[in-house]
C-alpha cells in the first residue's frame, strides 16, 4: 500500500514561518507529479501549489511569493516552506502525489491524512 505522511504543521504568528513536509512509502515504483491542496472549514479544497519530478512548479496567486515548493525524489520527500504567512493561510495542509505502484494498475492519486497550520494575527 502507498502512503503518504505529512508533517511540519502547528500555530504562528501573523508574518511567521513554518516548513512542510510529506514523506511517501510504500509499495512504489514511481512518483510523478506532487502537490499541497489546503482547506480552511467552510470552504472547498483548493490548489496551493504543484511540483514536477524535473522540478517545474506552479502556485496559487495567493501564495506567489510567499510559499516555496520543493523535492527531493531520492528521499521520496516533498516540502513546502511557508513565510510571511496572513491569518488567512490558516488551514489544513494536504499532500497529494500521482504514484505508480509497484503491483501495476497504472497511476492513482494519494493523498495524506492533512496536517494543521494555524496564524493568528
Known amino acids: 500500500q502507498v502512503q503518504l505522511v505529512e508533517s511540519g504543521g502547528g500555530s504562528v504568528q501573523a508574518g511567521g514561518s513554518l516548513r512542510l513536509s510529506c514523506a511517501a512509502s510504500?509499495?512504489?515504483?514511481?512518483?510523478?507529479?506532487m502537490g499541497w491542496y489546503r482547506q480552511a472549514p467552510g470552504k472547498q479544497r483548493g490548489l496551493v501549489a504543484s511540483?514536477?519530478?524535473?522540478?517545474?512548479?506552479n502556485y496559487a496567486d495567493s501564495v506567489k511569493g510567499r510559499f516555496t515548493i520543493s523535492r527531493e525524489n531520492a528521499k521520496k520527500t516533498m516540502y513546502l516552506q511557508m513565510d510571511s504567512l496572513r491569518p488567512e493561510d490558516t488551514a489544513t495542509y494536504y499532500c497529494?502525489?500521482?504514484?505508480?505502484?509497484?503491483?501495476?494498475?497504472?497511476?492513482?492519486?494519494?493523498w495524506g491524512q492533512g496536517t494543521q497550520v494555524t496564524v493568528s494575527s
Open positions: 510504500g509499495s512504489i515504483a514511481e512518483i510523478i507529479d
Open positions: 511540483i514536477t519530478p524535473g522540478g517545474l512548479t
Open positions: 497529494t502525489g500521482r504514484i505508480l505502484s509497484t503491483y501495476g494498475g497504472g497511476w492513482n492519486d494519494y
